[in-house]
């Protein structure tokens, strides 16, 4: 199974970067085989044709399991991962692959921003979402067992629904 993490931090190896490796070992139980972490891909966002964009998006088409993660920022997810996202063809481009949103915030208010927002485009783009979007707060994520609850709960049928798609 071929495990991908998607990052749209405007600051590289940030905290939202730290978490989604962390759900994609807890729910996977090994290391993300890909990280894009989407800033580092720079200028090349702006435009289309860029090789190193092509290459993420690539990586990111041909996965069995994606996190795709971002802070909350004005109650949605980041302009970069927006930018990202705006790179993939359409509908059909996140065919057969499972995604998990997952949004990192300072507090309770936006818990329902990776399903009500994230999890739109993701599926817009084709992917499957079979579980609800995880949303974590950014001081906590790393002491509190909102992360291990969800895996409890969700683990078994996102690698279900992976396993199946590949």
Do not use: C
């Amino acid at each position: 199974m071929k495990v991908t993490v998607v990052v749209g931090n405007p600051k590289p190896e940030s905290r939202t970067l730290d978490a989604a490796k962390a759900v994609a070992k807890a729910v996977s139980g090994s290391e993300p085989d890909i990280v894009v972490d989407v800033i580092t891909l720079g200028s090349g966002l702006l435009g289309w044709g860029d090789d190193a964009v092509k290459a993420a998006v690539e990586s990111v088409s041909s996965s069995d399991l994606v996190i795709v993660a971002s802070p909350t920022f004005k109650a949605t997810y980041s302009g970069v991962l927006k930018l990202f996202l705006d790179q993939f063809a359409g509908g059909e481009s996140l065919r057969d692959v499972v995604a998990i949103p997952l949004m990192l915030g300072a507090g309770p208010g936006h818990a329902m921003a990776p399903d009500l927002l994230l999890k739109a485009v993701l599926v817009e783009l084709g992917a499957t979402v079979p579980a609800p979007g995880l949303y974590l707060i950014d001081s906590t994520y790393t002491t509190d067992s909102v992360l291990l609850d969800y895996v409890d709960r969700w683990g078994a049928v996102l690698l279900t629904a992976a396993g199946s798609a590949s």
